[in-house]
């Protein structure tokens, strides 16, 4: 860095000048250099790493870099007000933000300013953005389901409370639609959620939002959005703000869900960000410490035990990947740290294959015990039938002669994709879920052509509502299918076969 004679010169007489208070000058400082988002400050021999530092005009910045003869520090703000010599002042706190209920159905910034145009937010308590995650004696292990509502994920992938399960695919696969979801199932279901927008285009965020107060959900969602077009500290601060605002529920000792929309876009700011303070690029040009940034945010998500208020953060990060590669840098690091992947395929979803989840390439590693006992009781053989299906079909291509077997494997396999397939914004209830999936197991569509399958599991689930509620009931009290619900549950079945291909044949 080199500095001008005359510049040093007038610092020395500066520092000379004001000898006696020497301790309040380490809190002011003079800003050298000022350009695409960065400032360098010379004087502030006592700043903190991620201290908010206030520049004039109401422009905040953030200790980035602490070099030895000066500070470099990223703007939060329009560095167009701030020029070389001006005065910084630390304020001796670090980044903060409002959090509490009355975040609940806003749209915020990261800095916790309203952006919906429903006015200020006051709240009583600000939090810390940045904190360490809980410690291992304060957890504990993850048992309770988080229904997405998408059967595929509730069945094959089951995600608990205090999970980190990572959505992963290529663009336009999916993704965002997933978290939506997740977030619209968890109506009266006590649960609270964050969205976090990363580098989005205005127009979706104001969609997504849209979508939500439509269903309802954002009686309990807060949103928070740092869009394309926000300076590249701000999309840094993102998910980390609204990491905050879930801890504070956490800490009330409740069931919270936030989705990081997207981390690859969270990735790419950062590696600006170090670029621009010049810290030496890696791999694909991201810092080094690329991996920590990932690995201390999701580890903030946690399921608290009871001496600790037994409340949990459940994450949903999401990557974009290219051209389906997980094995690039970015995506391999949030697998390894993530507790599974739900693995969007672009082949699927153009195949009409919606949800487009690849069940081979998807694991949750929270597994079934984040399942209710009836769910385990009929998901059991789901994921190796699927694997079967996809097997046999890649051989069946080559032969016209199948044996019964392998018709039988193939035409099931087949019935099977058509149950998970699944419209968006129509979340199913565990006990739908249960029953589609009962019907399956016990071979009721054996009969039907596949085609008609989603219609039979769609009339099955309504008139089973209409005149069985008792076994619906029982589902959702007794979270588990009883020797006598299971012979009431086949015989309303077989019934209702015999009536839907009466109904078919007639039409
Ligand atoms: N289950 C589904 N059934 C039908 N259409 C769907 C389904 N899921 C997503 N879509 C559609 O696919 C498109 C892409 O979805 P989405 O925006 O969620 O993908 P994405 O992977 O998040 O995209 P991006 O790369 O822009 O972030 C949208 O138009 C959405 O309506």
């Known amino acids: 860095m080199g500095l001008r004679p005359d510049e040093i010169s007038a610092l020395i007489k500066e520092q000379i000048k004001h000898f006696d208070d020497i301790i309040e000058l380490k809190d002011v400082g003079t800003v050298m250099t000022v350009g695409d988002g960065v400032s360098l400050i010379h004087g502030l021999d006592n700043a903190m790493l991620g201290e908010l530092l206030a ?116 663009r336009q696969t999916g993704k965002t639609a997933i978290a939506i979801d997740t977030i619209l199932n968890q109506k009266d279901q006590d649960i609270y959620c964050v969205y976090v927008a990363i580098g989005q285009k205005n127009s979706t965020v104001a969609q997504i939002v849209e979508k939500l107060r439509k269903g309802g959900a954002m009686e309990y969602t807060t949103v928070v959005s740092a869009s394309a077009s926000e300076l590249a500290p701000v ?128 694991v949750s590693r929270v597994g079934s015990a984040a399942q209710i006992k009836a769910m385990k009781q009929v998901s059991g053989s789901l994921k190796l039938e699927l694997a079967q299906y996809a097997e046999m079909q890649a051989f069946a291509q080559f032969g016209s002669d199948l044996d019964a077997a392998t018709k039988a494997t193939l035409d099931h396999g087949a019935k099977v994709r058509e149950v998970l397939k699944q419209a968006q914004y129509s979340p199913r209830t565990v006990s739908t879920q249960v029953i589609t999936l009962f019907a399956l197991k016990y071979g009721f569509t054996k009969t039907l052509e596949v085609e008609q399958v989603a219609a039979f599991m769609d009339q099955l689930v309504e008139h089973i509502n209409m005149t069985q509620r008792d076994i619906i009931d029982e589902i959702n009290e007794q979270k588990a299918i009883s020797a006598d619900l299971e012979k009431r549950m086949k015989d309303v079945m077989s019934a209702f076969v015999t009536q839907f291909e009466k109904t078919q044949t007639k039409g």
Not at 106 to 132: K, S, W
Not at 286 to 313: K, M, Q, T, W
Request: aromatic share 6%; proline share 5%; glycine share 10%.
């Open 235 to 362: 999309q840094y601060i993102a998910p980390y703000a609204g990491c905050a605002i879930a801890e504070e529920w956490l800490d009330q000792g409740k069931d919270v869900l936030i989705v990081y929309d997207d981390l690859s876009k969270h990735a790419v700011a950062y590696r600006t960000v170090s670029l621009l303070l010049k810290r030496p690029p890696g791999r694909e040009a991201y810092p080094g410490d690329v991996f920590y940034l990932h690995s201390r945010l999701l580890e903030r998500a946690c399921r608290l035990n009871e001496e600790n208020g037994g409340g949990s953060i459940t994450a949903l990060p999401i990557i974009e990947t290219q051209a389906g590669d997980i094995s690039a840098y970015i995506p391999t690091n949030v697998i390894s740290i993530t507790d599974g992947q739900i693995f969007l395929q672009q082949e699927l979803f153009n195949a009409g294959f919606r949800p487009a989840i690849d069940t081979g390439l998807s």
């Open 55 to 170: 520049f004039p005009n109401d422009v905040y910045g953030m200790v980035m870099n602490l070099d030895e003869d000066c500070v470099g520090a990223v703007l939060l703000g329009s560095e167009s007000t701030i020029k070389e010599g001006d005065e910084v002042k630390r304020t001796g706190k670090i980044m903060e933000i409002p959090v509490g209920d009355e975040m609940l159905g806003r749209v915020v910034n990261p800095l916790g300013q309203a952006i919906d145009g429903n006015g200020e937010i006051i709240t009583a308590h600000t939090r810390p953005i940045e904190r360490v995650a809980s410690g291992v004696m304060t957890r504990k292990s993850v048992d309770q389901p988080l229904q997405t509502g998408i059967t595929s994920i509730d069945a094959i992938i089951p995600i608990g409370r205090g999970q980190r399960e990572l959505i992963i695919g290529d």
